[in-house]
């Protein structure tokens, strides 16, 4: 059977389950179902293995945070490899990474060599697997379903994570019960392999560019820059955040959670996740009809309060049948909350920077996370597991108060496809592609009764230019005479100049047409650029 190539589905349709038509999304979808049923049954076999090693709730949280904390960590750096390398390539080494973790964790259990501490350095490595693959499958996503079916494609992200907290925490028990800790991790390499070759299926159609490959340091320094300039990325990283600083003390505790319960255990932590990733798998089959009654912001601030709510009621449940409920609500708000998010910070992100804003976000997700698991976790230790929960969903809302005013959808969405418009430079003799900084400057004739304006409209400007990857930018007015502006910007090099013509998007276009529209002079703006001269010191 051939590999499939990259599909463009002609019609919008954006039903929920639309995106599966794509036949390479399918199969990776399927190979990132697959990818997170093995990252579940890691968690729930760590996090289970952990209480037989201690008694501690800190260290029983910890392995939450172990396993998220290298997201936070190594999220950029990820993000900028998966904009730089072949995103095929990479995706692949993160499963047989991952597959390699497992094998090593086996080995260990196998020789009886585990305790609590190398648990969690275990953890922290298959966490490193999960740093890598979030940021580049997050940027695969939008080349393979048309814009319109963006959010269905992330919602069925959201169906894999989700399903995968059923059938992993479902395996894993079955597999602990049967025939020991040791084979959930052979299993997850056994399936880590099978789906690294199935993304060897896929034949990307490969981007060619005259321009020599980005560095890494100056890719990442671009990918901070791009979201530091981003309103819209602004809002979804505090929201991100505040949420996931609440949310993750129920899934943290969770396990000190069903011991409490009555007849507590293994299957009764099982189900918990269970019936929070059900709730979420059903959440996310109807947002398609969610998002036509509440915009994203609603979403946000519905799903917060309902997660809040969920909260207080599993910690005050006096058994299962009052708690499992609790959880199917809790995974629904929290599908609709992430969601919301993700879809808005992947419509903030043009393509050129996707992988490296989306590792950005992924790291203020989990980096929340992780903090938020060590300290409802140290909560639960220096009172008890109830207590912590209620203080968790409290901080919620509190929170939710301060977060209000970030709004992640505006009244039209920007139009971030490339365009190329703008040609670049023609020169005279080559130049060096490292030669710079280059020096850039455009001079504009503006009638003074417009300075006001002009200057909101450079406003944006100055953010454009910084998001595309200048060092700097600034705007000059001559005093001699007001209606002459000079804006100025430099750029790391000349390499790193003409890679802005490629970073131009059709947003960029409608504002460089705004920008003009002031212009007055006879002849279109004096444009110059000048490379810095080396000398010997």
């Known amino acids: 059977m051939p590999a499939p190539d990259t599909p463009r589905s002609p019609v919008a349709d954006t039903s929920a389950l639309a995106p599966l038509r794509e036949p390479v999304f399918r199969m990776l979808w399927l190979a990132w179902l697959t990818a997170n049923v093995c990252m579940w049954?890691?968690?729930v076999a760590a996090a289970w293995l952990m209480t037989s090693l201690t008694t501690s709730p800190v260290m029983v949280a910890l392995v939450q945070s172990a396993s998220t904390l290298p997201v936070f960590l190594l999220g950029l750096p990820s993000g900028a490899l998966a904009d730089i390398l072949d995103r095929r390539r990479y995706f692949i080494v993160t499963q047989f990474w991952v597959a390699a973790v497992a094998l090593v964790v086996c080995l260990v259990l196998l020789s009886g060599a585990m305790n609590a501490a190398l648990l969690l350095v275990l953890t922290f490595a298959n966490g490193i697997g999960l740093a890598m693959r979030w940021p580049v499958f997050a940027a695969i996503v939008p080349e393979l379903v048309p814009r319109p079916q963006l959010p269905a494609a992330l919602a069925l992200n959201g169906i894999a994570m989700n399903a995968s907290r059923i059938v992993g925490p479902l395996v894993a028990g079955a597999v602990i019960a049967s025939l020991g800790s040791a084979w959930v991790f052979v299993l997850n390499a056994v399936l880590s392999v099978a789906a690294g070759f199935a993304i060897m299926r896929w034949r990307r159609e490969a981007k060619v560019s005259a321009l020599p490959g980005e560095r890494f340091f100056g890719a990442m320094r671009v990918g901070l820059q791009h979201v530091r300039q981003s309103t819209r990325m602004h809002a979804v990283l505090w929201r991100i955040s505040a949420f996931f600083l609440q949310a993750t003390a129920l899934q943290a505790l969770m396990p000190l959670v069903a011991k409490g319960l009555p007849g507590g255990g293994a299957g009764t932590f099982t189900l918990l996740l269970a019936g929070l990733g059900m709730g979420a798998i059903v959440a996310?089959?109807?947002l398609p009809r969610i998002r036509q009654r509440y915009t994203r912001d609603q979403l946000v601030h519905h799903g917060t309060l309902v997660q809040a709510g969920a909260t207080l009621v599993v910690a005050f449940s006096p058994n299962l049948y009052v708690a499992m409920p609790a959880m199917v609500v809790a995974g629904m708000a929290w599908i609709s909350v992430a969601n919301s998010l993700t879809v808005a910070a992947q419509l903030s992100l043009p393509d050129w920077v996707r992988a490296r804003g989306m590792s950005i976000y992924q790291m203020a997700l989990m980096g929340s996370s992780a903090a938020g698991a060590a300290l409802w976790g140290q909560v639960a230790g220096l009172t008890d597991v109830r207590t912590s929960l209620v203080g968790s969903a409290v901080f919620g809302v509190?929170?939710?108060?301060f977060t209000r005013r970030f709004r992640i959808q505006g009244a039209a969405e920007e139009d971030l496809s490339p365009t190329r418009v703008v040609k670049p430079p023609e020169i005279s003799e080559p130049v060096d592609p490292d030669a710079g900084p280059v020096l850039v400057t455009i001079e504009?004739?503006?009638d003074p009764a417009q300075a006001t304006a002009?200057?909101?409209v450079m406003e944006?400007?100055?953010?454009?230019?910084?998001?595309?990857g200048a060092?700097?930018?600034e705007l000059f007015r001559d005093t001699a005479d007001p209606g002459r502006y000079i804006e100025y910007l430099l750029d790391e090099s000349w390499v790193e100049h003409l890679r802005r013509f490629d970073r131009f998007t059709a947003s960029d276009a409608a504002l460089?047409?705004?920008?003009?529209?002031f212009h007055i002079g006879e002849t279109s703006p004096v444009v110059t650029r000048c490379i810095a001269q080396a000398f010997q010191r």
Not at 398 to 401: E, W
């Open 444 to 446: 504009y004739r503006i």
């Open 512 to 517: 460089r047409e705004r920008r003009l529209s």
């Open 41 to 43: 049954m890691n968690d």
């Open 398 to 401: 509190v929170a939710l108060a």
């Open 471 to 473: 060092l700097s930018w």
């Open 454 to 456: 002009f200057l909101a």
């Open 460 to 468: 944006e400007t100055r953010r454009a230019r910084l998001r595309q």
């Open 284 to 286: 996310a089959l109807y």
